[in-house]
């Protein structure tokens, strides 16, 4: 196996561009770390807007982690059954709002392949037509430690927006988006976990929840009838980055008490999104 550069090549090409555009006052980064202080003091002189850095930061970051880190679990993907009837397939598609589907074989832990959503409009009115067989794309199949540049490079070639994550015996372990390797980069895109304004809470399945980090851990308490620590902290994004003892990049996970905590949206400054799921 051929080993990954320890140097990507937008790394590289920021560095030249730094030494293009003259900024000789400035002792030129040799690694990565180095590069980031460096924005930052450009940031601070309001050369380059936090937004920005932001996303360049993101950019760094997403060489350094792996599909496992922000896949969606196995236990929580939602698939389809290729035995099932269109009547049945058509609510749980309408149901979980997604676009893409696993589909697997009754009594099989195995995908074989990715039913769209909009492939079923053409069977709304004509539902004695419907082959499921006829109409899955295969799947991608993609190891769990692939890095999520790779993975984006991947998705870009192949035009494909969804891969199934397996693990070292080659079960599927999970499933990637498109989607989720560019939140990487720019943040959180709306999608069926975002929670509006007035929304602290929200509840996605019995045992999920989405949660914003701001959250009051006096709130949280009340909503799920528990007794985390109010004396020491007052959002539920303080206690997890505590508990974690850094700031925490997305993916990241931690339990606490009777629950798990996911990141789902953080910057260089807070979390800002959390997956909760309860483990009573």
């Not at 930061?57 to 922000?70: F, K, P, T, W, Y």
């Amino acid at each position: 196996m051929t080993e990954e550069p320890s140097h990507p090549s937008y790394i590289r090409k920021m560095l030249n561009f730094f030494k293009c555009i003259g900024l000789h006052f400035f002792r030129m980064p040799t690694n990565q770390q180095e590069l980031i202080q460096l924005l930052r003091h450009i940031e601070k002189q309001h050369l380059l807007d936090t937004q920005s850095l932001t996303m360049i930061e993101s950019i760094l970051q997403v060489s350094e982690i792996r599909v496992r880190d922000i896949m969606v679990p196995r236990s929580q993907m939602t698939v389809i059954d290729i035995e099932l009837p269109l009547q049945t397939i058509l609510p749980l598609v309408i149901e979980s709002g997604h676009s893409r589907f696993p589909v697997v074989e009754e009594g099989h832990d195995e995908v074989i392949g990715i039913l769209l959503a909009k492939d079923l409009l053409a069977y709304q009115f004509d539902q004695e037509r419907f082959n499921i067989r006829e109409i899955i794309r295969s799947p991608v199949f993609v190891p769990d430690s692939k890095r999520l540049n790779l993975m984006l490079q991947d998705f870009r070639r192949s035009r494909n927006h969804i891969a199934i994550i397996v693990d070292e015996y080659g079960h599927a372990s999970g499933l990637i988006t498109i989607e989720d390797v560019l939140e990487q980069i720019v943040g959180e895109i709306e999608d069926e976990y975002d929670v509006n304004d007035e929304m602290l809470i929200k509840k996605h399945s019995e045992t999920q929840f989405i949660v914003k980090a701001f959250a009051p851990i006096e709130d949280f308490n009340q909503y799920f009838d528990c007794k985390l620590d109010e004396e020491e902290f007052d959002t539920i994004g303080g206690l997890v980055t505590h508990a974690l003892g850094h700031l925490p990049k997305r993916g990241e996970t931690v339990t606490i008490q009777n629950f798990r905590f996911r990141v789902l949206h953080a910057d260089n400054r807070r979390i800002r999104l959390l997956r909760v799921t309860t483990l009573k």
